[in-house]
């Protein structure tokens, strides 16, 4: 880029294009990591080539330049090692991370006087993700997907993420060089097993929701039954709560419906949805057998 | 007028290929993968053009028979398997299955 070139020159100050997306970045990321985020990242709004239709950037911001990526809000190492698994399903942290995406896309408006939106946490009205969060967050350097599904940090492994869309021209991570998943345990696993400890523990061909294959130390093919996940995942989430309402209606007997409406399959969906978004993710099985930045989670 | 539904009759003879077409056994389906392996599920547009119906009609198909793909059971089952899987995480500690494999690197990594 040439300096002298008044396309590509701050007027008031000089500056190279260059240098001042170098520098609004650097800000971002200072306000994203003061506002609780592990790992910072920008995408290209223009590399979600892979993305379904309707699921790109553009779709929600046309003017859109690049994503920002934000992910942290692990459950702690404490959680993990919890014996009763509606503990971490009541506790999940993930809305920390949509709450900081706000925020930043606030501060980008004011501070910069660009266009941000945050991507919604939920789904639309065809029960589909605004924007693929884990693309993005691969797109942005934050981690790579695993053979489970959730995008692993290198560092952290599994953490929570959220995105924002900007009309702010930034300068791009890009996908990281090495994926995270498969990590040297599953790798050594897998050449004696045939298996992963995800595969191990969500077995797709025997109940479970997972199954793949490693070639050369890398995913070479995975499948994931979405259903059976969702059972899981969303046990008292909405497909709970409408399972559970679908027994209440085709019971005949009015005592035994009321022992359904009364029971704690029901009541749990209940509570579950009145907590909302932080009850979604209710299945941790496959993240809580994952090597990837156990590091962290081994304390005393 | 009420909420908008689709008729029972179109849903049976669709449902299956709906669910085929979109995925919802995902085989292949993460963008990491090389084009010529990825397998990714069709948008409700994109299936709607190839059964020629309208996208609307896909997609309340498809968010029914995605809820009706597992009987009531299999939710019942899920509780038992976290019941499970959590316990025994308690019991062998981090990485329970994978814990000789972790102690063989850092064995190796020591040397």
Excluded at chain 1, 175 to 186: F, W, Y
Excluded at chain 1, 264 to 276: A, C, D, H, P
Excluded at chain 2, 45 to 56: S, T, V
Aim: net charge neutral; charged share 25%; glycine share 8%.
């Amino acid at each position: 880029m040439n300096a002298d070139d008044p396309a590509t020159t701050d007027a008031k100050t000089g500056a190279t294009m260059d240098s001042t997306m170098a520098a609004n970045k650097a800000e971002l990321v200072e306000f994203a990591r003061k506002g609780g985020a592990l790992v910072t990242g920008v995408a290209d709004a223009g590399a979600f080539a892979a993305a379904m239709a309707g699921q790109r950037p553009t779709d929600l911001l046309p003017e859109a330049k690049t994503v920002i990526v934000v992910g942290g809000a692990p459950p702690r190492a404490g959680d993990w090692q919890v014996p009763n698994y509606l503990h971490m399903e009541t506790t999940s942290t993930s809305d920390r991370m949509f709450a900081l995406a706000n925020r930043i896309a606030q501060f980008v408006e004011r501070r910069f006087g660009y266009y941000a939106v945050a991507v919604p946490s939920g789904v639309d009205r065809a029960r589909q993700p605004f924007l693929s969060l884990a693309l993005a967050a691969e797109l942005a350097g934050c981690g790579t997907p695993s053979l489970a599904g959730p995008v692993l940090n290198p560092e952290h492994g599994f953490l929570y993420f959220a995105a924002l869309l900007t009309s702010l021209p930034l300068p791009v991570d890009g996908p990281l060089a090495e994926p995270v998943c498969p990590a040297p345990e599953c790798r050594t696993m897998w050449d004696e097993q045939g298996t992963t400890p995800c595969l191990a523990v969500c077995p797709i061909d025997a109940g479970g929701c997972l199954g793949g294959r490693l070639e050369n130390g890398r995913v070479a093919e995975r499948r994931y039954d979405v259903a059976r996940c969702t059972t899981r995942a969303q046990n008292s989430f909405i497909p709970g709560f409408q399972k559970a309402l679908e027994a209440v209606f085709d019971e005949p007997d009015k005592e035994r419906r009321r022992m359904i409406l009364w029971g704690s399959q029901f009541t749990r969906t209940l509570w579950s949805m009145s907590y909302s978004n932080v009850s979604q993710c209710q299945c941790f099985e496959c993240m809580r057998v994952c090597p990837a930045g156990r590091a962290r989670r081994e304390l005393r | 007028m009420g909420f908008f539904h689709v008729d029972p009759a179109v849903y049976r003879e669709y449902k299956d290929r709906v669910l085929e077409l979109s995925q919802a056994i995902q085989i292949n389906y993460p963008e990491h993968l090389p084009p010529e392996k990825r397998k990714p599920g069709l948008s409700d547009r994109q299936i709607a053009a190839q059964l020629g119906l309208d996208e609307r009609v896909v997609r309340e198909i498809r968010c029914v028979a995605e809820r009706e793909y597992y009987p009531a059971d299999e939710w019942e089952r899920a509780l038992e398997f976290k019941e499970r899987a959590c316990r025994e995480f308690a019991q062998t500690g981090l990485a329970g299955v994978t814990k000789k494999y972790i102690q063989r690197a850092k064995a190796a990594k020591a040397k």
